[in-house]
């Protein structure tokens, strides 16, 4: 596994992939990889790809106050993960090689960008596609995998990739789960054990919403949204969204059919967690 911090390096390392007649498989992360990132590997591996993961906590996507500073970091623990799935290469640039002074030129979306999210972290979805994009141009995937529990990510990325054209299939891939029902995510590992136990209520309302459309046939986005509202707001975490939408746009439902989604965010103390379900 090649190890390379450098945009020319990696970029002459995958023409070489390239030449041999291998489809580019691409990961992008933040690090602190988890069984989420994983899955997203083991996805390119075994569409016989050769597979890069990026590694960059990426400045431009918190906002002055966000956790940038203490997001978690272990590149050792994360190279040794990757080591084990057989990853192909790694990518692992600093700020300065990413963004070289002065950097004048960003990508965002407009009303996507605003909704959900974006009303809680301004800013945010034009520092991840300026990255994206960045990554996308220094490694050209065949292929690039983003998990659904980021779900409006999944859908600004597939949308920017449609709008500029760029020659990238997104593959989509579920989100994986701790035995608890928690959303596989780094920033679980801000939680205390009490504060992870409030946590899981996200995922329970969601799971409640599940089992009334898919067993009761409950279809109407009010009433399930209304219910899941009831358990969040039971426990001790401040509910910042829980809404019905259209997968494509995110625009709010009034029924839940196929590409249709809930998506919703809480805060547990100073920990802000995302989790939804989706009918694609
Ligand atoms: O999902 C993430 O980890 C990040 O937003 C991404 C896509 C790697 C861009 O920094």
């Known amino acids: 596994m090649k190890v390379l911090d450098k945009k020319s390096d990696i970029r002459s390392e995958i023409e070489d992939a390239r030449r041999s007649g291998k489809k580019i498989g691409f990961v992008p992360t933040m ?40 997001y978690p970091r272990d590149t050792n623990r994360d ?16 700020t300065e090689e990413m963004y070289k002074k002065p950097h004048l030129t960003e990508v965002s979306l407009s009303n996507i960008s605003e909704k959900l999210e974006g009303a809680f972290r301004p800013g945010h979805f034009r520092g991840v596609c300026t990255v994206v994009t960045k990554l996308f141009n220094i490694v050209k995937p065949d292929r690039a995998y983003f998990g659904w529990k980021d779900a409006q990510q999944l859908i600004i990325i597939k949308k920017m990739v449609s709008d500029l054209d760029f020659n990238i299939e997104i593959i989509p891939a579920p989100t994986v789960r701790d035995p608890d029902g928690l959303a596989a995510s780094s920033r679980n590992t801000y939680l205390s054990l009490q504060e992870r136990k409030r946590a899981l209520v996200l995922s329970r309302a969601l799971q409640k919403i599940k089992e009334m459309v898919e067993f009761q046939q409950i279809t109407d986005a009010a009433a399930l ?23 494509e746009n995110l625009e709010p439902v009034h029924t839940i059919k196929k590409n249709t989604g809930v998506l919703g965010a809480i805060k547990v103390g100073n920990v ?9």
């Open 272 to 280: 802000r967690l995302i989790d939804n379900i989706i009918w694609e």
């Open 31 to 70: 690090g602190f990889l988890h069984q989420g990132h994983i899955s997203l590997i083991r996805r390119a591996k075994e569409d016989g790809c050769f597979t890069i993961v990026s590694i960059f906590v990426n400045p431009l996507q918190f906002r002055p106050g966000e956790d940038f500073h203490r």
């Open 225 to 247: 949204i209304e219910c899941g509202k009831e358990i969040i707001n039971s426990e001790n975490v401040e509910l910042q969204y829980l809404e019905a939408v259209e997968l």
């Open 79 to 94: 190279l040794s993960m990757l080591e084990s799935e057989s990853v192909d290469a790694v990518f692992t640039p600093s």
